[in-house]
């Protein structure tokens, strides 16, 4: 009995078993009875936010909902459903789980499935349901619930779909592994829009276009093409462009646009006018812009155009129901100048090609998202020993890990960016990001304080405390050391998510070189070690660039370089140069000793990195670069550029720089110290006028006054002598001013400054001497004691004239050599011929006053003495019977020595 009685026991309990678990599905469906929600049978798409998440969202009933053709790049573990009241950053981060089943790490291709909620989830408490990772608060893509009510109606289209993402189209047709073309056709309307979808670098362009009908070979000559891509600020854009020849877009000798240009161009050659004025303008560029993003390394551009066009020169009518030719490219985009003021794109290479394509009919062939291999688009900052990183806050134009609130933080004035930062080199943080922002290190990748999040956190450096705005910055030290570990997170104590990522890095350049400088606009790291006959260099770009260019010398012309690039097969390279010219021509390859090369490009961020010995020791008339010798106790001038790309080849127009110094910083190899050149010229310019003016004019003259102009009746020598002198030491020491006011230092160790010193004290020491003249004697015969004087004076002044005279020629030189001018060569010529004039107007003088003496039979040797002859000055300045006049200041005895003029020679 016991045995039947538990046997019976077990079948029963069996039995409910059977009825629980077999029933577990009918039950759970039988729960949602087929209930009045408006949002039964709701239809949409997903909005793609990352991850290349595409896919169709609808509601079965009140407890599941059906997700079909979802394609999705892996997320982590916690990919969970979600759902919230908005799709809002607050909302967003304010959802909650809605199903118990997990999106798992494989990479979702075409996927059908169906989805059930939580017992305790209605649809009424949610309007967003979300693919969302939970451990990173990170939104992969969501779709909005709305009741057909709320739904406003499309008068444009009815029979499309209601939602339809920009993201989404009907066709998609694999162009090459990294390039796909997606369209939608609307026959009705007359347009088609098309999808462009490239696992890309921003840099490149993304090209598609039809062929002329019937051209069998020769694809690209006449075709009417797209080409569309990013621009600098990440802005996309799309234009219509026309092909005639294969060449970059320029004007040939009618004046007429010819090769790769935008539709426009060629109307514009045709009619010259103004674009604004130009009634066609509209429709020559009918390649509209729909929608861009840039997301996980792919771009994607959607435009519009129409299937029948009114520009019916640069425009193929596509006729929708036959098969047509099309072509297509990637390749890189070159940014506008002074030249070409749009965005052009450069030869594509080897990625382009055609394909046959009937747009009415339907295709898919893409299976799965697409998936690029560098993801990560955030730019890299990497920390300086030095300069302080700039913290601010901005508006969020990509961040990396959306949702995010609407401000979010920038470092160095860019927008979230990885920072890099060496264990034990210290960073030094500026914030001024606003009072509502404090910064902080932590391990925490939300931020925004953890512990009030309930999770634990370690916050390496900052805190409440580290605000401050721009005026009033608060500075922040921060040393990471052996125990950081190599991830952690800038962010703000208050908000979640204002910041990003911290890479923790061992020995990076600061710890393997000894000096590093910042080259002019902070836009490239320069750093040496010096040894006895070798200097190691490394220099790093602070953006995204395609070569890195470092030159010696205060211009691109003239100087040798070092071009740091990465090559086709992504090995680094560094190439060196001798440059003697603007153009490609003149860029000359070098073949210099190089060891220790190394080149990296790390997120579009370039280094290199090389040893090279600092005499290259050669002969230098066999090869320019032997002329490249560094000697490390003279500063040398440094400049730099960076551009898209280089080759190695044949060198094109494509390799001149898109960015470059603005000018060259002198650097000092033995102090490890930088100055920016700063272009003094002007300034220069005057001092040099106004010393020329005093030595080479007005102090020689008024000597030659003394000399010459004695016999002339009265005392006007001596009134041109003393009026020209002190005007001439008045100038000299505005000149001097202005040489010491502008270049705020005094090198004594310049043989410019060293002669300009002389001369100055040996021309002050002639007023004090003057002032201390011994009074003529009346007899004939001047005093020993007068006879000393004029005769220290005289000379004093004439040397005083010689070493202003080097003193002018050695600062040509200085001004030459300072700013490798070729004019200063004519200017010291200029001078040395004037001074050589100087000299036989002298001569000649000199010959006339002899016979003038010899004439006048005088008989007066001394002719170096200075009052000679009919000599006035006893009655003009000595009154010399009293000491009472020697405190009178220069004025007044300016003032006497105008009493002459009005007929007295008393005074006052
Ligand atoms: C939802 O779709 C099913 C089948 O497609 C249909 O039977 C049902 O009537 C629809 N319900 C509503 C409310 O439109
Ligand atoms: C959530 O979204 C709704 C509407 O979308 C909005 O009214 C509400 O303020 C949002 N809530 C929060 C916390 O932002
Ligand atoms: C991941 O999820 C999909 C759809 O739910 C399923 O088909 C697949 O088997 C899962 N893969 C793994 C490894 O769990
Ligand atoms: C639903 O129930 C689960 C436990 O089964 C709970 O963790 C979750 O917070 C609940 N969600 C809501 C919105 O109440
Ligand atoms: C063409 O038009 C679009 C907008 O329709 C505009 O964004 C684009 O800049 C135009 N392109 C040119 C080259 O004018
Ligand atoms: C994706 O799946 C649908 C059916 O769910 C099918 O019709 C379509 O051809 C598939 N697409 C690809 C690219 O495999
Ligand atoms: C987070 O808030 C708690 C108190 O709410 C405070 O004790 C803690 O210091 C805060 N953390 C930071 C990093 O400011
Ligand atoms: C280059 O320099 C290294 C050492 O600095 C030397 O051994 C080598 O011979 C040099 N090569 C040439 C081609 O000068």
Same mark, same amino acid.
């Given at each position: 009995?016991?045995?039947? #009685?538990?046997?019976?026991?077990? %079948? ?39 991850? #290349?998440?595409r ?21 982590? %573990? ?24 997990q999106?798992n ?9 169906i989805?059930?909620? !939580? ?8 309007? *967003?349901? %979300?693919?969302?990772?939970?451990? !990173?608060s990170s ?9 057909s ?22 066709? =998609? ?42 051209r069998?070979h ?6 009417d ?5 990013f621009?600098?600020?990440? &802005? ?27 539709d ?13 004025s ?23 551009i ?9 520009? @019916? ?12 030719? =099309? ?22 290479g080897?990625?382009?090609?055609? *394909? ?9 062939? =893409? ?10 688009? #955030?730019e890299?900052?990497?920390a ?37 930062v060496?264990?034990?080199v ?13 910064? /902080? ?19 390496y450096?900052?805190?409440? !405390? ?8 608060q ?8 125990n ?17 990522k911290?890479? &923790? ?39 995204? %660039? ?16 070092y ?17 003697d ?39 230098? @008339?066999?090869?320019?670069? =032997?002329?490249n ?25 494509s390799?001149?720089?898109s ?23 002007p ?23 003394a000399?010459y ?18 005007s001439?030491?008045?100038i000299?020491?505005?000149g ?9 230092a ?7 400054? @060293?002669?300009g ?5 040996t ?23 007068r006879?000393i ?24 030189? #200085?001004?030459?050599?300072?700013y ?14 004037w ?13 006339m006053?002899?016979? $003038?003496? $010899? ?17 006035e ?27 002459? *003029?009005?007929?007295? /020679?008393?005074?006052?």
């Amino acid at each position: 009995m016991a045995i039947s #009685q538990s046997s019976l026991l077990v %079948s029963i309990r069996f039995l409910i078993y059977l009825f629980v678990f077999t029933n577990l599905d009918p039950v759970s469906s039988q729960n949602c009875p087929q209930s009045n929600t408006s949002l039964l049978n709701f239809t949409t798409q997903f909005v793609m936010v990352q991850h #290349q998440l595409r896919g169709s969202f609808s509601i079965i009933n009140d407890c599941s909902f059906r997700v079909s053709e979802f394609d999705m790049l892996p997320g982590s %573990s916690h990919v969970h459903w979600w759902g919230a009241l908005g799709d809002n950053y607050e909302n967003l981060t304010s959802g909650f789980v809605i199903s118990d089943e997990q999106l798992n790490t494989t990479t979702y291709k075409n996927d059908t499935f169906i989805v059930n909620l !939580m017992k305790n989830i209605t649809w009424d408490q949610i309007r *967003v349901v %979300s693919v969302w990772d939970t451990s !990173m608060s990170s939104d992969f893509g969501h779709v909005l619930l709305q009741n057909s009510e709320e739904i406003p109606p499309d008068p444009s289209n009815s029979s499309l779909e209601i939602h339809q993402e920009p993201t989404m189209f009907e066709n =998609c047709k694999v162009l090459s592994d990294t390039y796909r073309l997606r369209w939608t056709l609307r026959e009705d309307k007359n347009v088609i829009d098309i999808g462009l979808e490239g696992a890309i670098g921003i840099q490149n362009y993304m090209a598609f276009g039809w062929t002329e009908p019937n051209r069998e070979h020769d694809h690209m000559l006449n075709a009417d093409v797209a080409f569309t891509g990013f621009t600098e600020e990440g &802005v996309p854009f799309s234009d219509d462009y026309y092909i005639t020849k294969y060449s970059e877009c320029i004007k040939n000798e009618n004046g007429q646009f010819e090769g790769v240009c935008p539709d426009f161009r060629y109307n514009h050659s045709d009619s010259d006018s103004d674009s604004d004025s130009d009634p066609n303008s509209d429709s020559v560029n009918n390649t509209n812009l729909v929608y861009g993003h840039r997301k996980d390394g792919v771009s994607f551009i959607r435009y519009q155009r129409p299937l029948k066009s009114v520009d @019916k020169k640069y425009d193929w009518d596509i006729d929708v129901n036959t098969e047509r030719t =099309c072509i297509w490219a990637l390749g890189l985009i070159k940014p506008p100048d002074s030249i070409r003021p749009f965005y052009l794109p450069q030869n594509h290479g080897k990625t382009f090609g055609h *394909v046959h394509i009937n747009v009415s009919g339907r295709v898919n062939d =893409c299976f799965g998202p697409l998936d690029a291999e560098e993801k990560e688009d #955030q730019e890299l900052v990497i920390a300086n020993q030095k300069e302080p990183l700039i913290v601010t806050s901005g508006p969020s134009l990509h961040y990396p890990n959306p949702p995010n609130p609407s401000k979010v933080l920038y470092i160095n004035k860019k927008q979230t960016p990885v920072l890099r930062v060496e264990r034990g080199v210290p960073v030094k943080f500026s914030i001024q990001a606003g009072h509502d922002v404090a910064f /902080y290190v932590t391990s925490d990748p939300l931020g925004g304080n953890a512990t009030v999040r309930n999770a634990s956190e370690t916050v390496y450096v900052g805190g409440p !405390m580290a605000q401050g705005v721009q005026s009033d910055p608060q500075e922040l030290l921060w040393s990471p050391d052996r125990n950081t570990p190599d991830q952690v997170y800038y962010q703000s104590v208050f908000t979640q998510k204002m910041g990003w990522k911290v890479e &923790v890095v061992d020995g990076g350049l600061n710890d393997m070189y000894k000096n590093s400088v910042l080259l002019d606009d902070q836009q490239v790291n320069f750093f040496w070690t010096l040894s006895e006959k070798s200097i190691s260099i490394a220099a790093r770009a602070e953006k995204k %660039s395609g070569y890195l260019a470092v030159g010696f010398g205060s211009e691109m012309e003239n100087s040798f370089a070092y071009v740091g690039w990465i090559d086709l097969n992504g090995s680094g390279r560094v190439d060196t140069y001798w440059i003697d010219g603007m153009n490609a021509q003149s860029l000359h390859p070098t073949n210099e000793n190089l060891t220790y090369v190394r080149c990296k490009s790390e997120s579009g961020v370039i280094t290199l990195e090389f040893t090279r010995p600092l005499d290259p020791n050669c002969d230098p @008339k066999t090869r320019p670069e =032997c002329n490249n010798i560094i000697e490390p106790t003279t500063p040398v001038k440094l400049i730099w550029a960076m551009g898209a790309k280089w080759s190695a080849g044949h060198l094109t127009q494509s390799n001149m720089h898109s960015v470059k110094s603005s000018k060259p910083v002198r650097v000092s190899l033995i102090r490890g110290s930088a100055e920016a050149e700063e272009d003094l010229r002007p300034v220069l310019a005057v001092h040099g006028f106004m010393m020329f003016l005093a030595w080479g004019i007005l102090l020689p003259g008024g000597i030659l006054a003394a000399r010459y102009t004695k016999h002339l009746t009265g005392d006007i020598w001596f009134k041109i002598h003393v009026y020209s002198q002190y005007s001439g030491l008045a100038i000299t020491f505005l000149g001097l001013l202005f040489a010491i006011a502008e270049l705020r230092a005094f090198h004594l160790e310049s043989l410019h400054v @060293k002669f300009g010193i002389l001369t100055i004290l040996t021309g002050c020491i002639q007023p004090v001497n003057a002032y201390f003249r011994p009074k003529k004697p009346a007899n004939e015969n001047p005093s020993s004691k007068r006879a000393i004087w004029e005769f220290v004076h005289s000379y004093t002044g004439r040397s005083a004239i010689v070493m202003g005279i080097a003193a002018l020629i050695s600062g040509m030189k #200085q001004l030459g050599n300072r700013y490798d001018d070729k004019n200063t060569i004519g200017l010291t010529w200029a001078l040395i011929i004037w001074v050589g004039l100087c000299g036989l107007t002298v001569l000649y003088l000199e010959y006339m006053e002899q016979n $003038r003496r $010899r004439g006048s039979e005088s008989g007066l040797g001394g002719n170096w003495v200075l009052g000679n002859g009919e000599d006035e000055d006893a009655d003009l300045l000595g009154n010399g019977n009293g000491n009472h006049r020697e405190k009178e200041s220069e004025s007044e005895r300016m003032e006497i020595q105008l009493e002459p *003029v009005s007929g007295r /020679y008393t005074v006052i």
